[in-house]
């Protein structure tokens, strides 16, 4: 090959590569499961520190409508809080149908229940990546994190047989299609979902 060949080459790889589409910054899993991890905890802490004074002061009869009204609220103020971040519950049983799983979610809600049902460790956190958007605002990832039944929940959350009648016909009457009822302490309840996008300066 001539040396006019060779410069003849070098030019056309440049241009071609001149004529790619840039590469978009891409969040590293790091950076993901650091932000997840805040916001899961920001929501936990907002629910547990409305659940608990209504706890004390009425029981669950007091604690069901304040966590049907705070419960959302709570998780749009924790999203607004955080740039870049999206924030919702959701579960293959849920009690409130606006946290209906969608198809990410049951792929990954799976995961966790194969785990359970296998008694191997449940993962404590989880990502998964999502397709490439043209919008540079658009989430990248989801982060995960499971939802754990503790013994306060199963006032609300236990089996049928073992919540207060008036709780349970509270239940129906706020959540006529509720199915999050029949756990047990330490079950699987559900999962903390955080959507995910690039910051401003990134």
């Known amino acids: 090959m001539n040396y ?6 070098f030019a056309l790889s440049v241009l071609l590569s001149a ?8 969040l590293d899993e790091k950076e993901i499961k650091q932000r997840g991890q805040k916001a899961a905890t920001a929501l936990k802490v907002g629910l547990l520190g409305q659940l608990q004074p209504a706890m004390k002061a009425g029981g669950p009869v007091a604690a069901l409508p304040m966590c049907k009204v705070a419960g959302p609220a709570l998780t749009t103020a924790a999203s607004d809080s955080m740039p870049g971040i999206s924030i ?7 009690r409130n149908p606006d946290n209906a799983p969608d198809a990410l979610d ?8 194969s785990a359970k049902g296998n008694k191997a460790e449940l993962p404590t956190e989880h990502v998964e990546w999502l397709p490439k958007s043209k919008d540079s605002k658009a989430p990248v990832a989801r982060y995960y994190q499971p939802l754990m039944i503790k013994e306060l929940c199963l006032n609300c959350h236990g089996a049928k047989d073992q919540i207060k009648p008036e709780v349970l016909a509270l239940i129906q ?12 302490a330490g079950d699987f309840r559900g999962l903390i979902r955080v959507d995910i996008a690039p910051l401003a300066s990134q």
């Open 4 to 9: 006019r060949s060779v410069i003849s080459l």
């Open 19 to 26: 004529c790619q589409p840039a590469q978009d910054t891409k």
């Open 88 to 94: 919702r519950r959701t579960s293959d049983r849920v």
């Open 106 to 113: 049951r792929k990954v809600l799976e995961i966790f229940q």
């Open 173 to 184: 009457k706020l959540y006529p299609d509720d199915q999050a009822t029949g756990y047990q």
